[in-house]
């Protein structure tokens, strides 16, 4: 026989997280293209776009010629254009040659959905409202972050007095007791 209180209970469930991100963290990219979160900022104060999208992350543009990792800006235009029309793409480098680029393929399918041919938005001031005088290379990209996080290494780090001359900032204690040869 069952009650009407079997009937009618109800469980609940209630788990918490805690984001842990922090000035120092690490992060990378598919492609590779890795980097340290230097500064955290509000929400409201970071560039957003004419349809109010607002940025999760801000890369440094000249990270990318020097290291070469052209193919997360390819990601980001067929992510750009998956995320608006649901299709599925295939990025790989071998499906795309120098007759067909695959920036033109979804440069083109892009521009039917109305964005930029390049992926570039035009972007305003989270802080004056004001237009950004550049365009900005806007698109969703999968990144990671990586074990490298700053809380983790806080018990590392050294306290204590530090030797001013060494530009290493070396303990004064692991100096005299490990010698020269503990760096």
Not at 144 to 167: A, E, F, N, Y
Request: hydrophobic fraction near 35%; charge should be negative.
């Amino acid at each position: 026989m069952v009650s009407v209180r079997q009937l009618f209970e109800v469980k609940t469930e209630c788990s918490t997280r805690f984001l842990r991100l922090f000035e120092g963290d690490k992060n990378a990219s598919r492609a590779g293209q890795k980097g340290i979160c230097s500064l955290l900022y509000n929400p409201e104060d970071l560039p957003f776009t004419e349809g109010g999208m607002v940025p999760d992350l801000i890369f440094n543009p000249h990270g990318f010629p020097s290291r070469m990792t052209m193919g997360m800006m390819v990601e980001l235009l067929a992510n750009k254009h998956a995320a608006v029309s649901g299709e599925f793409h295939e990025s790989s480098t071998f499906k795309y040659g120098e007759e067909n680029p695959s920036v033109d393929h979804f440069g083109k399918l892009l521009v039917e959905r109305g964005f930029n041919f390049n992926g570039l938005e035009t972007m305003y001031s989270g802080v004056s409202g004001q237009q950004l005088e550049a365009a900005i290379f806007f698109g969703p990209v999968y990144y990671q972050r990586l074990r490298h996080m700053v809380s983790d290494k806080i018990q590392g780090r050294t306290t204590g007095p530090v030797d001013p001359v060494g530009c290493l900032k070396r303990s004064l204690d692991l100096d005299k007791l490990c010698g020269d040869w503990c760096l």
